[in-house]
Each structure stands twice: as C-alpha cells, then as structure tokens.
C-alpha cells in the first residue's frame, strides 16, 4: 500500500490540488477535472531551492528519489495515492501502513463542509491512523471563498474541538491549485520523515 494517500469528499479538489503539486503549470482558471472513481497515483518532486533561497521547478521525473539535500538526506519525490470520494465507505481498506494523509476540503461548498467534517472525524478515530501518522487538513478553492470561510470552515468541522479529542497532531493549509498558493507549505510537509 501506499504510505501517502489522500482523501476528501466528491468534488473537493483532490486531483486538482495533486496536479498542480506535480506541475504548477498545469493548473489555471480553464482546468476541468472529473470526479476520481476509484484511485489515482501521483509522483510529486519536490522543488529544489537554489543556494540563494529560490525556488526552482520541480526537478525532471528521472531524478533520483534520494539525494544530500540542505545538509540532509530528503527524500526528493513522494508517490501519492488519492482515493475517490465515491468511494469513501472503502478508504479504510487503504489504511495499512499510512504515514501520511492528505484530507482536502472545499472550503467554497459550505453544503458539503459539515458532511465532509463527519468523514474527517471517522478517518481520525481509526486505529490503525492513530499513533504514527501525519495528517494534513487542506482547505482548498479559498480562491473561490470568501476570506471568512477559513473561519466558517473551521468552526464546521469543529476543529478546536476535534484537537482536544484526537491523539493526532493536524497540521491546516490553506491552499488553491489555481493560484498556487499553500502549495509550498504542502511540499514542505510532504518532505518531512
């Protein structure tokens, strides 16, 4: 199995959001994607960071997994798993030997946020996600919400709540395949061990 998936409800942005993290480019304003039935694999490279601090585009596929990067040894791409929201009620037939899980919300359909919420508790309660592995909650299409909705999202999915009662540290991104922001604190956390 995969020791990154990523999940989220039908129509969050998933695939989007991975594109645009394999390829910034690829992404903007005209980009359609279908709904994902079933799964989908995505090789994410990390940008490199030049000795002056910018960032440069990802490396070529063909890089080597593995190289001395600032000092240490990290990892250079990751493989991505994203499960199909259709096909929630399967997801924990993936969750053996997860290290890493991405939970995309849209942040812009407030009708789907609470249900989405209810998913996100399910997936924090299951035991075999509770002790080693990272979850990431990205709350995407902000280019298409309003600047309250982060709040609106939030106090939805009852998150201070949430973080007194789960034994997982949850780590917020605010992000848009489209206008790329959040993308580099998502590659930034990808590339932690």
């Known amino acids: 199995m995969s020791t990154c998936i990523c999940l989220g409800p039908k ?6 959001l991975l594109k645009a993290l ?11 994607s279908m709904p994902t039935i079933g799964t989908g694999i995505y090789r994410i490279h990390f940008p ?8 440069n585009k990802p ?34 037939q993936y969750f053996e030997d ?14 789907q946020i609470s249900a989405a919420g209810v998913l996100f508790y399910s997936i924090l309660t299951e035991p075999r996600l509770q002790h080693n592995t990272k979850i990431l ?7 298409y919400s309003y600047r309250q909705m982060r709040n609106e999202a939030l106090l939805m999915l009852q998150m201070q709540k949430l973080q ?9 991104v605010e992000a848009s395949a489209v206008t790329k922001v959040g993308l580099d604190p ?8």
């Open 22 to 32: 394999q390829d910034p480019e690829s992404i903007d304003e005209t980009t359609f």
């Open 98 to 111: 997860v290290k890493k899980l991405i939970y995309v919300v849209d942040t812009s359909n407030l009708c």
């Open 164 to 172: 007194k009662q789960i034994r997982q540290q949850v780590t917020i």
């Open 48 to 55: 490199t960071k030049s000795p002056n601090g910018d960032k």
């Open 186 to 193: 998502i590659y930034d956390w990808l590339q932690r061990p």
């Open 137 to 143: 909650l990205v709350l995407a299409k902000m280019d």
């Open 11 to 16: 129509r969050a942005g998933k695939t989007h």
């Open 59 to 92: 490396p070529p596929k063909e890089a080597p997994a593995n190289i001395p990067h600032g000092g240490k040894n990290l990892p250079k791409s990751i493989q991505i798993m994203e499960i199909g929201g259709s096909m929630a009620p399967l997801w924990r």
